[in-house]
């Protein structure tokens, strides 16, 4: 049988790296056992979501009553939730864990900071090839009376960029950085998200399925509305005056 401490351990883990409404799917399908962690697995398409879920069954062998498990990822995720309030100042990571924790998943808090979103979402990627859950958010977000503005790269602007799959359905204002302002060779290669102009992701990560979920990467996570607000203008003035200009 293992310990319960090192269950509470993986419950404090999972609440650190993951969403808080990922973590209570987590407890609502504990509540269930080992079938409901199963059916969970097989409903989901993130890979650090798929391995929680196998990572419990491991701790509900046959018919365990998961009840216990299930508590301990609610309170942990209560508690993560209650301790971020104020925290202004985060770490955001992609790729293989180590025994330091200190962060949390790219992909979460990306899926998080479009689902608090009120007003206005500003992206910025040099590569989007985007995981269907973002570009989900994305239209949730659109739907909702969202502002969602994108500034990427293209290759009519920037003959050495491959191409990206720029979201074609979505609702949203698309900028770019016309080649005549630029220098010779540059390329737009900022990773940004500003939401409602109060929080700010500043990264590696492109917009892309390999920087959500398996390439290595790092971002620092701002709850500061005078520096969120600041990108947001300096790439309004950067509009205002033709050096970025919308595009298709």
Same mark, same amino acid.
């Given at each position: 049988m293992t310990p319960p401490e090192a269950l509470e351990d993986l419950a404090a883990e999972l609440a650190e790296r993951l969403p808080y409404n990922d973590v209570k799917q987590l407890s609502h399908a504990c509540r269930i056992g080992r079938r409901g962690l199963h059916a969970l697995e097989a409903q989901v398409a993130g890979i650090a979501f798929r391995a929680a879920c196998r990572r419990l069954?491991?701790?509900? #062998? =046959? /018919? %365990? *009553?998961?009840?216990?498990?299930?508590?301990?990822?609610? !309170?942990?995720?209560?508690?993560?939730?209650?301790?971020?309030?104020?925290?202004?100042? /985060?770490?955001?990571? %992609? !790729? #293989?864990?180590?025994?330091?924790q200190t962060s949390r998943l790219t992909s979460a808090v990306i899926g998080e900071l479009i689902d608090s979103a009120a007003r206005e979402i500003l992206l910025v990627s040099y590569a989007s090839y985007p995981p269907k859950s973002l570009s989900a958010a994305l239209t949730a977000a659109a739907a909702r009376g969202v502002e969602v503005t994108l500034?990427?790269?293209?290759? %009519? *602007?920037? #003959?050495?960029?491959? =191409?990206?799959?720029?979201?074609?359905?979505? %609702?949203?204002t698309r900028l770019g950085w016309p080649a005549q302002y630029r220098e010779s060779g540059a390329s737009l290669h900022a990773k940004i998200i500003v939401v409602d102009r109060q929080t700010a992701l500043i990264g590696s990560a492109n917009l892309t399925s390999y920087a959500f979920e398996k390439n290595l990467e790092c971002g620092i996570l701002l709850r500061d509305a005078v520096h969120a607000s600041a990108i947001a203008r300096h790439l309004d003035a950067l509009r205002e005056t033709g050096i970025l200009a919308e595009s298709a």
């Open positions: 069954r491991s701790y509900l #062998p =046959g /018919d %365990t *009553d998961g009840s216990y498990a299930a508590g301990l990822l609610l !309170g942990a995720a209560q508690a993560r939730r209650s301790q971020m309030v104020g925290h202004r100042v /985060d770490v955001v990571w %992609t !790729g #293989p864990a180590s025994s330091v500034l990427l790269e293209q290759q %009519t *602007d920037n #003959p050495k960029f491959q =191409g990206s799959a720029s979201f074609v359905d979505l %609702t949203a």
